[in-house]
Protein backbone atom coordinates (compact mmCIF):
# COMPACT_ATOMS: atom_id res chain seq x y z
CA UNK A 1 0.00 0.00 0.00
CA UNK A 2 3.19 2.27 0.50
CA UNK A 3 4.00 2.40 -3.03
CA UNK A 4 0.52 3.32 -4.47
CA UNK A 5 -0.20 5.80 -1.67
CA UNK A 6 3.11 8.00 -2.80
CA UNK A 7 2.54 7.45 -6.36
CA UNK A 8 -1.02 9.25 -5.75
CA UNK A 9 0.47 11.62 -3.36
CA UNK A 10 2.99 12.41 -6.32
CA UNK A 11 0.53 13.17 -8.53
CA UNK A 12 -1.52 15.28 -6.84
CA UNK A 13 1.79 17.79 -6.53
CA UNK A 14 2.33 17.53 -9.95
CA UNK A 15 -1.36 18.29 -10.99
CA UNK A 16 -0.65 21.26 -8.73
CA UNK A 17 1.97 22.98 -10.48
CA UNK A 18 0.21 25.00 -12.95
CA UNK A 19 0.95 28.88 -14.03
CA UNK A 20 -1.34 30.31 -11.48
CA UNK A 21 0.61 28.00 -8.35
CA UNK A 22 3.64 29.13 -9.63
CA UNK A 23 2.22 32.79 -9.78
CA UNK A 24 1.01 32.33 -6.27
CA UNK A 25 4.80 30.63 -4.69
CA UNK A 26 6.54 33.57 -6.39
CA UNK A 27 4.36 36.09 -4.15
CA UNK A 28 4.04 34.32 -1.23
CA UNK A 29 7.76 33.47 -1.41
CA UNK A 30 9.24 37.30 -1.91
CA UNK A 31 5.85 38.06 0.85
CA UNK A 32 8.31 35.70 3.58
CA UNK A 33 11.55 37.37 2.09
CA UNK A 34 10.44 40.79 2.80
CA UNK A 35 9.43 40.02 6.39
CA UNK A 36 12.65 37.89 7.17
CA UNK A 37 14.64 40.99 5.62
CA UNK A 38 12.72 43.69 7.57
CA UNK A 39 13.24 41.88 10.80
CA UNK A 40 16.66 41.42 10.14
CA UNK A 41 17.28 44.99 9.46
CA UNK A 42 15.27 46.38 12.18
CA UNK A 43 12.69 47.54 10.27
CA UNK A 44 9.36 49.58 11.37
CA UNK A 45 6.79 46.96 9.97
CA UNK A 46 3.99 49.86 9.76
CA UNK A 47 6.76 51.28 6.83
CA UNK A 48 5.94 48.31 5.15
CA UNK A 49 2.43 47.40 5.37
CA UNK A 50 1.01 48.58 1.56
CA UNK A 51 3.78 46.50 0.33
CA UNK A 52 3.36 43.58 2.50
CA UNK A 53 -0.58 43.64 1.20
CA UNK A 54 0.68 43.94 -2.63
CA UNK A 55 2.46 40.55 -1.89
CA UNK A 56 -0.62 39.43 -0.07
CA UNK A 57 -3.27 40.52 -2.27
CA UNK A 58 -0.80 38.88 -5.26
CA UNK A 59 -0.93 35.26 -3.78
CA UNK A 60 -4.44 35.22 -2.42
CA UNK A 61 -5.44 36.52 -6.04
CA UNK A 62 -3.50 33.94 -8.09
CA UNK A 63 -4.61 30.59 -5.42
CA UNK A 64 -8.08 32.00 -6.28
CA UNK A 65 -7.77 32.04 -9.75
CA UNK A 66 -6.08 28.58 -9.71
CA UNK A 67 -9.13 27.54 -7.91
CA UNK A 68 -11.70 28.73 -10.39
CA UNK A 69 -9.36 28.42 -13.69
CA UNK A 70 -8.39 24.53 -13.72
CA UNK A 71 -7.98 24.49 -17.05
CA UNK A 72 -5.57 27.71 -17.18
CA UNK A 73 -7.12 29.39 -19.95
CA UNK A 74 -4.62 31.98 -21.77
CA UNK A 75 -6.19 35.05 -23.21
CA UNK A 76 -7.26 36.25 -19.93
CA UNK A 77 -6.93 39.52 -18.75
CA UNK A 78 -6.08 38.09 -15.31
CA UNK A 79 -2.79 37.46 -15.88
CA UNK A 80 -1.51 41.20 -16.11
CA UNK A 81 -3.05 41.58 -12.21
CA UNK A 82 0.53 39.71 -11.07
CA UNK A 83 3.07 41.86 -12.74
CA UNK A 84 0.94 45.10 -12.25
CA UNK A 85 0.90 44.08 -8.57
CA UNK A 86 4.09 43.47 -8.56
CA UNK A 87 5.30 46.94 -10.41
CA UNK A 88 2.93 48.94 -7.93
CA UNK A 89 5.49 46.83 -5.22
CA UNK A 90 8.48 47.84 -6.80
CA UNK A 91 7.29 51.68 -6.64
CA UNK A 92 6.07 51.62 -3.10
CA UNK A 93 9.75 50.12 -2.27
CA UNK A 94 11.07 52.86 -3.72
CA UNK A 95 9.00 55.66 -2.29
CA UNK A 96 11.02 55.77 0.95
CA UNK A 97 14.35 55.76 1.75
CA UNK A 98 14.14 54.26 5.28
CA UNK A 99 16.67 56.32 7.44
CA UNK A 100 15.52 54.19 10.25
CA UNK A 101 16.65 50.59 8.86
CA UNK A 102 19.95 48.74 9.95
CA UNK A 103 20.73 46.69 6.77
CA UNK A 104 23.36 43.82 7.17
CA UNK A 105 24.53 43.99 3.63
CA UNK A 106 24.42 45.81 0.06
CA UNK A 107 20.66 46.15 -0.27
CA UNK A 108 21.61 46.73 -4.14
CA UNK A 109 20.99 43.01 -4.06
CA UNK A 110 17.39 43.55 -4.06
CA UNK A 111 17.73 45.02 -7.58
CA UNK A 112 17.97 42.21 -9.55
CA UNK A 113 15.53 40.05 -7.85
CA UNK A 114 13.27 42.44 -8.27
CA UNK A 115 13.41 43.04 -11.79
CA UNK A 116 13.83 38.96 -12.21
CA UNK A 117 10.70 38.26 -10.51
CA UNK A 118 9.01 41.27 -12.51
CA UNK A 119 10.57 40.08 -16.05
CA UNK A 120 9.08 36.22 -15.20
CA UNK A 121 5.17 37.85 -14.35
CA UNK A 122 5.47 39.81 -17.62
CA UNK A 123 6.78 36.31 -19.50
CA UNK A 124 3.70 34.78 -18.32
CA UNK A 125 1.33 37.63 -19.17
CA UNK A 126 2.50 38.78 -22.69
CA UNK A 127 3.05 34.97 -23.37
CA UNK A 128 -0.16 33.31 -22.12
CA UNK A 129 -2.38 36.22 -23.22
CA UNK A 130 -0.79 36.72 -26.61
CA UNK A 131 0.44 33.21 -27.47
CA UNK A 132 3.89 34.04 -28.64
CA UNK A 133 5.61 31.61 -30.95
CA UNK A 134 9.09 33.37 -31.16
CA UNK A 135 10.98 33.27 -27.74
CA UNK A 136 12.81 36.50 -29.01
CA UNK A 137 9.63 38.36 -29.80
CA UNK A 138 8.27 37.65 -26.51
CA UNK A 139 11.92 38.38 -25.01
CA UNK A 140 11.85 41.81 -26.98
CA UNK A 141 8.27 42.65 -25.56
CA UNK A 142 9.44 41.88 -21.35
CA UNK A 143 12.73 43.94 -21.98
CA UNK A 144 11.23 46.92 -23.32
CA UNK A 145 8.16 46.87 -20.40
CA UNK A 146 10.45 45.90 -17.69
CA UNK A 147 13.08 48.44 -18.77
CA UNK A 148 11.14 51.07 -19.47
CA UNK A 149 9.30 50.49 -15.57
CA UNK A 150 12.91 50.29 -14.29
CA UNK A 151 13.92 53.75 -15.86
CA UNK A 152 10.39 55.09 -14.60
CA UNK A 153 11.29 54.15 -10.90
CA UNK A 154 14.86 55.72 -11.51
CA UNK A 155 13.05 58.45 -11.80
CA UNK A 156 10.60 58.32 -9.70
CA UNK A 157 13.40 57.95 -6.93
CA UNK A 158 14.61 61.30 -7.61
CA UNK A 159 11.79 62.97 -6.38
CA UNK A 160 12.26 60.85 -3.01
CA UNK A 161 14.21 62.63 0.05
CA UNK A 162 17.04 60.34 0.75
CA UNK A 163 17.36 58.26 -2.47
CA UNK A 164 19.59 58.83 -5.80
CA UNK A 165 18.56 57.33 -8.83
CA UNK A 166 21.69 56.33 -10.97
CA UNK A 167 22.67 54.76 -14.59
CA UNK A 168 24.14 51.53 -12.38
CA UNK A 169 20.84 50.94 -10.98
CA UNK A 170 19.38 50.79 -14.17
CA UNK A 171 21.67 48.42 -15.73
CA UNK A 172 21.73 46.55 -12.50
CA UNK A 173 17.59 46.62 -12.89
CA UNK A 174 18.36 45.32 -17.25
CA UNK A 175 20.46 42.86 -15.87
CA UNK A 176 17.70 41.21 -13.96
CA UNK A 177 15.23 41.45 -16.45
CA UNK A 178 18.18 39.90 -18.23
CA UNK A 179 17.64 36.59 -16.40
CA UNK A 180 13.99 36.92 -15.69
CA UNK A 181 13.65 36.39 -19.56
CA UNK A 182 15.82 33.56 -19.39
CA UNK A 183 14.30 32.07 -16.30
CA UNK A 184 10.76 32.80 -17.96
CA UNK A 185 12.06 30.44 -21.17
CA UNK A 186 13.17 28.04 -19.47
CA UNK A 187 9.76 27.28 -17.48
CA UNK A 188 8.19 28.12 -20.71
CA UNK A 189 9.72 24.27 -21.84
CA UNK A 190 8.00 22.51 -19.49
CA UNK A 191 4.55 21.23 -20.87
CA UNK A 192 2.21 22.40 -17.64
CA UNK A 193 3.97 26.17 -18.49
CA UNK A 194 2.95 26.16 -21.61
CA UNK A 195 0.13 28.47 -22.76
CA UNK A 196 -3.50 26.23 -22.95
CA UNK A 197 -2.03 23.73 -21.40
CA UNK A 198 -4.35 21.77 -18.88
CA UNK A 199 -7.35 22.94 -21.43
CA UNK A 200 -10.43 20.64 -22.26
CA UNK A 201 -10.50 19.16 -25.89
CA UNK A 202 -13.47 20.35 -28.03
CA UNK A 203 -15.49 17.24 -28.06
Known sequence: MQAPCSGIRRELMIARITPWGVVAAIFAA???GAVVVAAAFQMDFRDL???LLILFLGCVSALVFLRRDRDNRPNDFRWWIPPCLYALFIF???DDAYP???PLFDTNIFHPIEYLTLAFLLGFAFDRVFRYRSAGGLCLFVF???GFWAVCDEIHQSFVPGRTPTFAD???DFFGIAAGCAVYLAFRRLPLMKPGAGEKSPA
Do not use: E, P
Request: proline content about 0%.
Open 30 to 32: QFC
Open 49 to 51: GFQ
Open 92 to 94: LMS
Open 100 to 102: DAL
Open 144 to 146: CTG
Open 170 to 172: IAI
